[in-house]
């Protein structure tokens, strides 16, 4: 999984880095209303190869060592972390990941969202650890129009979810984050 462009432009000035009302470049697709919007769940990302194994995403800081068996996809120049995937069975999610994969045994391969008890705080609020398939995410209405700065902000905050994700037909995609904007007056 390729790290997904945020949708607006990051401000790296500001901290926390904040987004500010400009279009990454790459994503104007999403204001003009392409594409359709799915729920971006709180955990953290999965995946299950063609082969059956499990991998666990990682980002590696600057100067730091991958671990054995990282498999690097991207690099982010802003941050200088290189990101990719390490066999779950040595990342510190092993014994949670188990634990929700044991649910069942006939997990189609892509990618899932690890999340529950355990994982960022629990803020999806579950009782149990759970695998979220991200290609059979809650999907927004067809008609979403709240396509403009202020637009997605308000919608992420009325439904206090993590964020969104655009899925162009074309395979493009665009995030965008509730914690990315700068809160209300009202959540201060």
């Known amino acids: ?16 880095a904040l987004v500010l009302p400009e279009v990454t470049s790459g994503c104007e697709w999403v204001i003009a209303g392409e594409g359709k919007a799915t729920r ?5 990302c999965v995946m299950l190869d063609a082969s059956g194994e499990w991998w666990a995403r990682r980002e590696v800081k600057p100067g730091k060592t991958p671990p054995p068996r990282f498999a690097q996809i991207s690099f982010d120049p802003e941050t200088g972390k290189a990101v990719g995937w390490e066999p779950m069975a040595q990342s510190s999610y092993a014994k949670i990941h188990a634990e929700a994969a ?16 355990k994982i960022n705080g629990n803020p999806e609020g579950l009782e149990r650890h759970t695998l979220i398939r991200h290609a ?5 209405d067809p008609d979403f129009d709240e396509r403009t700065f202020e637009g997605v902000a308000d ?20 995030k965008i984050k509730a914690r990315d904007f700068a809160p209300t007056k009202a959540q201060r």
């Open 1 to 16: 999984m390729r790290k997904i462009p945020t949708l607006f432009v990051r401000d790296f000035d500001a901290r926390p």
């Open 40 to 44: 971006k769940w709180d955990g953290t």
């Open 102 to 117: 044991g649910i069942h045994h006939n997990w189609p391969h892509g990618t899932y969202e690890l999340c529950g008890p």
């Open 136 to 140: 059979t995410a809650e999907q927004l």
């Open 155 to 174: 919608f992420l905050r009325r439904h206090q979810w993590e964020g969104l994700v655009f899925h162009h037909p074309d395979g493009r995609m665009a």
